[in-house]
């Protein structure tokens, strides 16, 4: 049984095609229906074909002793799987390229981070021997190393479909360079290569350097986060310098610093085909960009140039702009050098600028050593297009017919800048470029002005619907408020109940000296009296107010205007039981707080009732009753000397 399974692990790649695992099939299983395949739809074949694919996956799977994947059954005859993450190892992808091998319908294989190590990249290697339908393959993060590196170069060699090849974060060093370098010196068919996050240098460098030289297929290529520096980056310099196919390259995150800005400047002035050139994070400081602009002088072909969060001040940001403004066949339309802050000076430059090139999209950091200013509050573009066609009474199609001859209502970005540009609407270049991006938001290069057909119809719609919303918040927001309310008011009477309004006893009896008013107060303004267990009382807070005293028996006070006034308390908190009242004076329907031994300092409170209600203490009582009775009776005692008891 072992050396059965010996043999079935040796077979070759190759000779597991479809074919081959139909006809090693028994004769007698055949009906005679399969025999008929001249008269099956193509619909039954294909289905036929797809089944027996998956059969073969599922018995690789079984051979290699792997789990099958249930994304792939489930995508078979799709034009792209992607199995990103998915933790195949070498060993699933064995089983995967076996069943690949004769697979006709995926044309886009995506393998990123699936540990496949060189062993697995060996395994794709042989399948893509006889695979020709794949144009896209991704292995990045797989860990293939210089084994692994060695296995891909030699497929390039052979296979003649693939076009976007992605091999990013697999630990390829210095020397690994002449394996691609190599392969693709002939190879004018592979359209895209990704070799970020590796770790090429100074000979990596070389030999990438002498592969642009000699490519000729070659328009996308991402060399980021690698070790390109000074030697290194001076050498791939000069391979770009001759290349005459590339149209995007990725350098960001190199360290190329001033020597490798000084050497791209040099290729710039010879290279006439590179379009987008990303140069973030590469230590370029001011001197270097001095040095690159001498380049730009020269060339016509760029248009995007990225420069940010390099070391790079205002005075780098005008020599760019200045080159531009200077080159009037510069083909430059974006500059990013958005962490650069910038001054006024810069900012009129540029206007003037923008004026001779408008196309020219620059991004930076902020004006004057302060952040990025709030842009102005601008009007609609498409609105202010619409108004502009009401007041003259125009419409769409007369406005861009001159430039819209077939009346397809679709223009290229140029020409549709330039109209409103050359046109008298009052719109700036930031509106120009927002109702472009609204009218080209997949970025096709042709504006569908279409959309500005319904403008006035979508802009009153959304002016109701936005007064719909402020009306909705205005009245939940005067609901919340009148919960609120509501609230507070349900917890100030839960504090301050009804029954708190006490009227004093008597206050409908009419004394001697006139009727005493009625007097209906809630506790919250009582004044407070703090008690003692005894008879006695110790009287708080007095002042120098007027007070007024009932009328005792008919008669005024005899206490001289000399004696210590009194405060009276509208509901004092009285022990109804207090044995210290006086029974042989008159009463009153208020009540007395009598004054007596004043020389003593010694103060006796009296009800004159002997029937008053106990009433609710203070609600807040008063904090360090202690410290105020010292007080009270210092206060009291120096009363006392000054105004001595006749």
């Known amino acids: 049984m072992q050396q059965v399974e010996m043999n079935q692990a040796c077979l070759s790649l190759d000779s597991l095609s479809l074919t081959d695992w139909d006809t090693s099939a028994p004769a007698t299983q055949l009906d005679d229906d399969e025999w008929d395949t001249d008269l099956e739809t193509e619909e039954v074949r294909k289905s036929k074909k797809d089944m027996s694919i998956k059969e073969l996956y599922l018995e690789a799977c079984k051979l290699v002793d792997v789990v099958p994947v249930s994304y792939f059954l489930r995508h078979l005859g799709s034009d792209r799987l992607n199995l990103t993450h998915h933790g195949l190892g070498p060993l699933g992808a064995k089983s995967l390229a076996i069943a690949l091998v004769t697979d006709m319908h995926i044309r886009t294989l995506e393998l990123a981070d699936n540990h496949l190590l060189a062993e697995g990249a060996q395994y794709l290697v042989e399948m893509l021997r006889a695979n020709f339908t794949i144009q896209n393959l991704d292995l990045s993060k797989n860990h293939l190393q210089s084994a692994g590196a060695e296995c891909v170069a030699k497929v390039l060699l052979e296979n003649i479909s ?281 970025r096709t290069g042709m504006v569908d002005y279409r959309g500005l057909a319904d403008t006035r119809k979508q802009m009153m719609r959304d002016h109701r619907r936005q007064l719909r919303k402020v009306e909705s918040r205005q009245k939940k927001e005067k609901q919340k408020s009148e919960r609120i309310l509501k609230t507070f008011q349900s917890a100030v009477e839960a504090v301050t109940p009804h029954s708190s309004l006490v009227m004093s006893p008597g206050g409908a009896k009419d004394d001697s000296n006139g009727p005493q008013h009625f007097s209906a107060t809630p506790l919250s303004s009582w004044h407070h009296i703090v008690m003692s267990n005894s008879s006695r009382y110790s009287v708080t807070n007095l002042s120098s107010e007027h007070v007024h005293l009932p009328m005792i028996g008919g008669t005024t006070s005899q206490c001289s205007p000399s004696t210590l006034a009194m405060r009276s308390f509208s509901q004092p908190n009285l022990y109804a039981d207090s044995p210290h009242y006086t029974h042989g004076k008159p009463t009153s329907a208020l009540g007395l707080l009598s004054i007596s031994n004043v020389g003593k300092g010694t103060y006796k409170l009296s009800p004159t009732g002997n029937h008053l209600t106990r009433s609710r203490p203070a609600l807040n009582k008063a904090k360090g009753t202690k410290g105020r009775k010292r007080k009270v009776k210092k206060h009291v005692e120096k009363k006392a000397q000054t105004y001595p008891s006749k």
């Open 162 to 442: 693939i076009k976007s090849l992605k091999l990013s974060g697999n630990g390829f060093i210095e020397d690994d360079g002449k394996y691609f370098s190599d392969a693709l010196a002939n190879n004018y068919r592979v359209k895209e290569l990704d070799l970020s996050h590796n770790q090429f240098g100074g000979r990596g460098g070389d030999h990438l350097g002498q592969m642009l030289a000699n490519n000729e297929g070659l328009e996308t290529l991402d060399l980021s986060w690698n070790h390109l520096r000074m030697k290194g980056a001076v050498a791939f310099c000069a391979g770009l310098k001759v290349n005459m196919t590339l149209k995007y390259l990725d350098l960001s995150w190199n360290g190329f610093g001033n020597e490798g800005a000084l050497a791209l400047g040099e290729a710039l002035k010879f290279n006439n085909t590179l379009l987008h050139l990303n140069l973030n994070n590469n230590r370029i400081t001011n001197e270097g960009v001095g040095m690159f602009c001498k380049g730009l002088e020269a060339n016509e072909t760029l248009r995007v140039l990225q420069l940010a969060y390099n070391s790079l001040t205002v005075e780098g940001a005008l020599a760019l702009i200045h080159v531009v403004k200077n080159t009037p066949k510069s083909g430059l339309e974006e500059i990013n050098i958005c962490n650069v802050l910038v001054n006024e000076h810069f900012v009129q430059l540029l206007d003037l600028t923008c004026h001779e090139h408008p196309n020219l999209q620059v991004q930076y950091g902020g004006v004057g050593g302060f952040i990025a200013k709030k842009p102005p509050k601008r009007l609609d573009p498409m609105k202010v297009i619409q108004d502009y066609l009401d007041q003259r009474k125009l419409r769409l199609w007369d406005f861009f017919r001159n430039i819209d001859k077939d009346g397809t209502m679709r223009v290229p970005v140029s020409d549709f800048r330039k109209a409103v540009q050359q046109s008298s609407i009052p719109l700036d270049r930031f509106q120009i470029e927002e109702l472009i991006q609204r009218l080209d938001r997949e």
